[in-house]
């Protein structure tokens, strides 16, 4: 049902490579599919996106009123939610706030000695695509997790486009729309919600950078409309790495593993700890609980294909394996989190200690869960109010700095043979 392995085994270090490999987005198949249709969006415009919202998504839509969602109806959503639905949607929302206006940036500027000025401009990005899914399951908590940190920014303008398969709208991500501020919705999806949004269509305003996940068609879209428009990250299937000392329940770690696994055939789930006797336990687990899960069959695949219990020598194997993997989501399932802290280096989440499930993260903690997953934990961070704002250098060089400075450049310039750069400096000379 999941594999079982060690890290003293010969060839454990294969063996985890193999199970790392996720190449989702190089099908070349699917790229040729991709063009297609962003070549169709770009000339067609509406009637293109209608055309394949019908033979995609199988919605009844004869113009663009038909896939366009409006304020009110928005509001009529969250209004005719349950109380205790409206009550977690408002709790999330302003958690994730709180958080991500901790992360607000804001123009600096510092003056030189002799009167120069430098610093940096922030300025929030003035439209916003947001892709949210609507597949296998729906998401309203990637709604929030999208567009509160764009309006905390300051974005002016937020897009939603959102897949209905077979016309089925999700109230809760239309209501979690409203909740959020999202400024206009439409109800497609793919790669072609994705090429509408990069290129702007009759009905849909172009944007200056598309956020949120979705599947391969949606992930290899963003790629190719990447530098027409910002991206935030290519996102390959979720993916869970616990790292326990084998004093948490083992039905709670399993149900952690199983918390990723659901979300499509290609999650991962791993767990590493020192304990056999506790691996052998949430094995069990495994066993006992995977009957009662609605989406089990889905788990089952995950767990079979790419999920894993690893037994290490120690706490500090495991933390080093988990380096290696740089995982979306990593759990510390032990009885002194901060101790394991300062020697993780790549880690999208990290939530410390047993009492900290990673569901919690996904939908009301207020950190982002948007996070870099197949290993890009390397080199990206979550997304945060950061990524919907821009920098411009500011320089107002004085005239003493400019006779300084001037020298300076004209001879780096001199060295580079770009005459007119030096001479350009040359001319500020007062003497």
């Known amino acids: 049902m999941i594999a079982k392995l060690s890290s003293q085994q010969s060839d454990f270090d294969e063996k985890l490579a193999a199970l790392l490999a996720w190449e989702g987005v190089s099908n070349k198949e699917v790229v040729s599919t991709v063009d297609k249709i962003i070549s169709s969006i770009r000339v067609d415009g509406d009637k293109a996106l209608i055309n394949y919202s019908i033979q995609f998504d199988g919605v009844n839509a004869t113009s663009m009123n038909d896939l366009t969602v409006s304020q009110s109806e928005l509001k009529k959503a969250f209004d005719t939610l349950e109380a205790k639905e409206k009550e977690a949607l408002r709790t999330a929302a ?34 916003v695509g947001l892709y949210v899914p609507g597949g296998k399951a729906a998401y309203p908590s990637s709604v929030l997790m999208n567009a509160i940190p764009a309006k905390v920014a300051g974005v002016e303008e937020l897009i939603m486009v959102v897949p209905t398969p077979g016309g089925q709208v999700n109230q809760l991500v239309l209501a979690a729309a409203h909740i959020a501020g999202v400024d206009q919705v439409f109800t497609v999806g793919g790669a072609q919600a994705v090429a509408a949004l990069a290129y702007g269509t ?29 991206i935030d990250m290519i996102a390959g299937p979720s993916e869970i790495l616990v790292i326990c000392d084998g004093n948490t329940d083992s039905d709670w770690i399993a149900m952690d593993l199983f918390s990723q696994a659901e979300h499509d055939e290609d999650a991962q789930s791993i767990l590493l700890c020192p304990d056999q006797l506790f691996i052998d336990q949430v094995e069990q ?73 990673e569901a919690l993260g996904d939908y009301c903690a207020g950190p982002n869960h948007v996070l870099p997953t197949s290993g890009t934990a390397r080199f990206s961070s979550p997304l945060g109010v950061y990524d919907f704002q821009k920098k411009s250098s500011l320089i107002m060089v004085s005239s003493e700095g400019a006779n300084t400075l001037g020298r300076v450049a004209a001879t780096l310039a001199d060295g580079e043979g770009l005459q007119a750069h030096a001479e350009s400096a040359r001319y500020r000379l007062n003497d």
């Open 94 to 127: 302003e958690r994730v706030k709180n958080y991500h206006q901790k992360q607000t940036q804001k123009t600096w500027t510092y003056t030189e000695s002799d009167g120069t000025m430098l610093g940096q401009k922030i300025t929030p990005l003035d439209r």
């Open 202 to 230: 009759e009905s849909v305003p172009k944007v200056d950078k598309i956020v949120g996940p979705g599947n391969i068609y949606v992930a290899t879209a963003k790629r190719a409309v990447f530098g027409q428009v910002g």
């Open 285 to 357: 687990s495994i066993k006992k609980l995977l009957p009662t899960m609605d989406r089990q069959d889905i788990i089952r695949t995950a767990l079979k294909d790419r999920g894993a219990l690893i037994c290490t020598q120690d706490l500090a194997e495991a933390i080093k394996i988990s380096n290696t993997i740089a995982p979306e989501h990593l759990e510390l399932s032990v009885d002194n989190p901060e101790s394991l802290l300062d020697d993780i280096k790549h880690a999208g989440a990290i939530f410390m200690g047993k009492h900290t499930c």
